[in-house]
């Protein structure tokens, strides 16, 4: 993650300090973000601190991106149908955008999903007990700048060469990227 901060003219607020906290929140449900976030003048804002993503947010590696024809809430609430029809629990939506909202800040429409089974988490857990770190599982739908909504996980293939895991260690993991996979199309 790469995030540079700009001081133009203006001391850094809270608002400035709540971005910053905000941007660590997102990397640390696993979402790979560059930014660069920057005071904009009054005059050019309309507001005396106004903060504005400079570079388009980007994938990381082992992120998997579908294109989704719905809104981004619609798009969870999908994928949420899917889960709990098929005994997944849900744990926590998040909503980024409403949230930096909540703080003065704007953000195209960004909302994760936090979503798992124990019986196919655990057994990962004990394989590779820093798999903890992405698990339990998230679905991020998110808008990019020309209005394209999109939804993101993580690659079950990378999370198995990054733990050092076995085919049949991520195979509830797969069925589960396919499930979500399948609430876009």
Not at 8 to 19: D, E, L, T
Not at 146 to 151: A, E, R, Y
Request: with cysteine; aromatic share 6%.
């Amino acid at each position: 993650m790469t995030i540079e901060c700009e001081r133009q003219s203006q001391p850094m607020s809270g608002r400035a300090r709540s971005a910053a906290w905000f941007v660590a929140l997102i990397v640390a449900a696993g979402v790979s973000v560059t930014l660069r976030v920057g005071v904009v003048p009054a005059a050019e804002a309309g507001s005396p601190t106004m903060y504005r993503e400079r570079t388009p947010m980007k994938s990381g590696e082992g992120v998997i991106s579908r294109s989704s024809k719905y809104s981004v809430p619609e798009t969870l609430d999908r994928v949420e149908a899917v889960l709990r029809a098929k005994g997944v629990k849900v744990f926590a939506r998040i909503d980024h955008s409403g949230e930096a909202a909540s703080v003065g800040l704007t953000m195209p429409p960004t909302q994760l999903l936090i979503f798992g089974n124990p019986k196919g988490g655990t057994p990962v857990m004990l394989a590779a007990p820093t798999a903890a770190i992405d698990l339990p599982l998230k679905a991020l739908a998110w808008q990019d700048g020309d209005g394209k909504v999109w939804l993101s996980y993580n690659d079950p293939e990378y999370l198995k060469r990054r733990f050092g895991l076995t085919d049949d260690d991520v195979k509830p993991l797969a069925a589960t990227s396919a499930l979500i996979d399948g609430a876009v199309r």
